[in-house]
């Protein structure tokens, strides 16, 4: 059965330091998002992505945080300079279409922790 | 913008016992509604979705749920809970956001442990 998949699957990084998490979304889907999960909070929108550009991002998506589809398989997310509270669970999703009633197909996630 | 509430951040159920999750909704436009699973150290997992149409829905592991629309509720549930049951649930409702794209906003969350 076709997966989304992300690397690495934890990840500590230093604050200040940049960290680019990695997805690759399930092969014939257009429409690509990142969500993140504080530790014991909900599961917030980050951004969506569909033919190379940004189509909506949330107010957590500020200047630090960047996404890119640099090939045809991969699409990532940058924080350019992290903050200790970037700790989070990150998981990447996709869906075939933009419609509400199609399913996003989600990662297993990327857990960041800031030190 | 639309929203879910998700009563009970954990709920504890003997195996064999009745699963009964809660969430309620709202929401300005007719609502699309999933149930989603995640297991330790896992991704989400999609449990079952509401669109249109017939308003009890079956999903995967024996879990359904019924979308009341007076009651703005979704509950989950199954007849007879398993060990393997043991996860975090969500509730989500799908948002359209401008261009016309999906937006999911989740629930809380609430865990799930089965008592053998």
């Known amino acids: 059965e076709p997966e989304v998949t992300q690397t690495p699957s934890h990840q500590v990084t230093q604050m200040g330091q940049e960290v680019i998490l990695r997805c690759v979304p399930i092969?014939?889907?257009?429409?690509f998002y990142w969500y993140r999960q504080i530790l014991g909070q909900k599961v917030e929108f980050l951004v969506s992505f569909y033919n190379n550009e940004i189509s909506e991002k949330s107010e957590i998506f500020d200047d630090q945080f960047s996404v890119e589809r640099p090939d045809g398989s991969n699409f990532t997310l940058k924080i350019r300079s992290t903050k200790l509270e970037d700790s989070a669970m990150y998981f990447c999703?996709?869906?075939?279409?933009?419609?509400?009633?199609?399913?996003?197909?989600f990662g297993q996630g990327t857990r960041l922790t800031v030190v | 913008a639309q929203s879910v509430t998700q009563l009970g951040s954990h709920v504890s159920v003997s195996e064999g016992a009745l699963v009964l999750l809660r969430c309620n909704y709202s929401s300005s436009v007719p609502p699309y509604l999933f149930w989603y699973v995640q297991y330790p150290n896992q991704g989400l997992q999609l449990l079952l979705k509401?669109?249109?149409?017939?308003?009890l829905v079956k999903g995967i592991n024996g879990f359904e749920a019924e979308f009341k629309k007076s009651e703005t509720s979704f509950h989950l549930t199954k007849p007879s809970a398993h060990m393997s049951d043991a996860a975090e649930y969500f509730c989500?409702?799908?948002?359209?956001?401008?261009?016309?794209?999906?937006?999911?906003?989740f629930g809380t969350g609430t865990k799930l442990q089965v008592i053998p």
């Open positions: 509401y669109t249109t149409g017939a308003t």
């Open positions: 999703a996709s869906s075939e279409e933009g419609q509400r009633n199609t399913e996003a197909f």
């Open positions: 989500a409702v799908s948002d359209k956001i401008a261009g016309g794209y999906q937006k999911v906003t």
């Open positions: 092969s014939n889907h257009l429409y």
